[in-house]
């Protein structure tokens, strides 16, 4: 693969000291951020979400990668800012409302931000207000969302109601996820569409925005 760069090796390895260090090493070399980020780090995050699929890596390894793609990130990310060089797309993501278990929306959100999107985290046990002042006031083009309790899904519905009721739903994608979540019950709610996988949400978020996935 020709991404197979020590950068690119370094992420799918999940050694984020390395990742870190070859990022910091390539800006003082005067390498572009953005080619940084399109060549080499998105690619090792597609890559991770591949094997994640094909069941050769795992949840823990999932993590780690994520780990080690935030620190690459965190040496490019000022770069990028410098440059007006855009995201993809903002995503607003959170548990919903009576719901606290962070630990999948916490793994989506790593994998969004490794696919080239800026990311805003509302945390867990969030009411359906702070999902439509995110929309209001950050401009967000998509909204995530995670439940790991069947009694805590019927927020998401409410969720969707309250954009629709603030006016914002025509501009506002909406993605759910979670153990108990279905397409079934996406449709059933009129969310945009759901993932049963993080690697998976990062491929309809590029969707829903535009971008091939």
Do not use: W
Request: hydrophobic fraction near 45%; glycine fraction near 10%.
């Amino acid at each position: 693969m020709s991404d197979q760069t020590p950068l690119f090796n370094a992420i799918i390895e999940g050694n984020a000291k390395l990742a870190r260090t070859l990022a910091e090493e390539a800006v003082q070399n005067g390498a572009d951020p953005k080619e940084m980020l399109d060549r080499e780090m998105i690619p090792a995050m597609d890559e991770v979400g591949r094997r994640f699929e094909n069941c050769e890596f795992f949840v823990p390894e999932l993590l780690i990668a994520a780990r080690a793609m935030k620190g690459a990130l965190e040496v490019v990310k000022p770069l990028l800012s410098e440059t007006d060089i855009k995201p993809v797309g903002r995503v607003a993501i959170g548990t919903v409302l009576g719901d606290l278990h962070d630990i999948g929306k916490n793994l989506v959100a790593s994998m969004l931000e490794g696919g080239g999107f800026e990311v805003v985290d509302l945390g867990v046990d969030a009411h359906p207000d702070v999902f439509v002042n995110a929309v209001k006031d950050q401009k967000v083009d998509i909204i995530a969302l995670s439940a790991l309790l069947t009694t805590t899904m019927p927020a998401m519905a409410k969720i969707v109601e309250a954009l629709s009721e603030a006016g914002l739903r025509d501009r506002t994608k909406v993605i759910i996820g979670g153990a108990p979540v279905t397409q079934q019950f996406s449709d059933k709610i009129g969310a945009d569409g759901y993932s049963e996988t993080a690697s998976g949400a990062v491929g309809l978020a590029r969707r829903l925005v535009g971008v091939a996935a």
